[in-house]
């Protein structure tokens, strides 16, 4: 079962357009959230994560968004660049089991000029 | 980055034959992980450890098992590789405390090839 879910596999933006990737999730239980970006042939990289106790936190062009009724939360990339092209993942934790992240099955972004 | 190194980076090998992944980090967390990462699977937890010596199984622990004898290094063990094991293997680091943030720190990865 699949706690973690990212229905698009793929999105393709224009370079200084809006990119949203969207994530939802099962889990009642989960209160913390994150994404993840991944180039080939390196590691995932943390970039942004938001708790549940807000709806909204940005960090220069990315903003995480989190709707706790709806199970939803988004990334948001304005203004997005080709250097944001790459496969994005979401990943969350309940507060009893901050050590063990979920992950979705990520969304891969292209950005083009 | 995070001081996290994995080798080898690549690594090609027979059915049937035993292969051990290295995961070394110099961050002093406590938290270690071993994640396979697969198309449309996302990252999937394979083991990880919570301390020297204490390890549990993650979500697709079947063929593997892990070792920790020192806080900076954690081996991932396929005792006898089969070609469903094909994919790139993912190490990761945390200090994760009860009650605050999670964020997990990753290694380059390391791609490993069964024939």
């Known amino acids: 079962d699949q706690q973690v879910k990212q229905n698009s596999p793929s999105l393709s933006v224009q370079e200084g357009r809006i990119s949203i990737l969207n994530c939802d999730y099962t889990?009642?239980?989960?209160?913390?959230f994150l994404w993840y970006k991944k180039y080939p042939a390196e590691g995932p990289t943390f970039l942004i994560s938001?708790?549940?106790?807000?709806d909204k936190n940005e960090d220069g062009r990315f903003t995480v968004f989190l709707n706790k009724s709806a199970k939803h939360l988004s990334l948001h990339i304005v203004p997005s660049q080709p250097g944001d092209s790459a496969v994005y993942f979401c990943?969350?934790?309940?507060?009893?089991?901050?050590?063990?992240?979920?992950f979705g099955t990520g969304t891969r972004l292209q950005v083009f000029p | 980055d995070a001081g996290i190194t994995q080798s080898p980076r690549h690594k090609v090998t027979e059915t049937g034959t035993p292969v051990t992944l290295r995961c070394h980090q110099t961050?002093?967390?406590?938290?270690m992980y071993w994640y396979r990462q697969d198309p449309g699977h996302g990252l999937r937890l394979i083991h990880y450890?919570?301390?020297?010596?204490?390890?549990d199984k993650g979500e697709v622990s079947d063929g593997y098992s892990v070792s920790r004898s020192k806080t900076e290094d954690f081996l991932l063990t396929l005792e006898s590789a089969t070609s469903s094991q094909t994919s790139v293997y993912f190490c990761?680091?945390?200090?994760?405390?009860?009650?605050?943030?999670?964020?997990?720190?990753f290694g380059p990865g390391t791609r490993l090839t069964v024939t």
């Open positions: 990761a680091i945390s200090n994760a405390l009860e009650g605050q943030g999670g964020e997990q720190y």
């Open positions: 450890s919570y301390g020297v010596k204490d390890t």
């Open positions: 990943a969350a934790h309940s507060a009893y089991n901050t050590d063990k992240l979920i």
């Open positions: 938001i708790s549940s106790i807000k």
């Open positions: 961050e002093n967390h406590r938290y």
């Open positions: 889990n009642s239980m989960f209160d913390y």
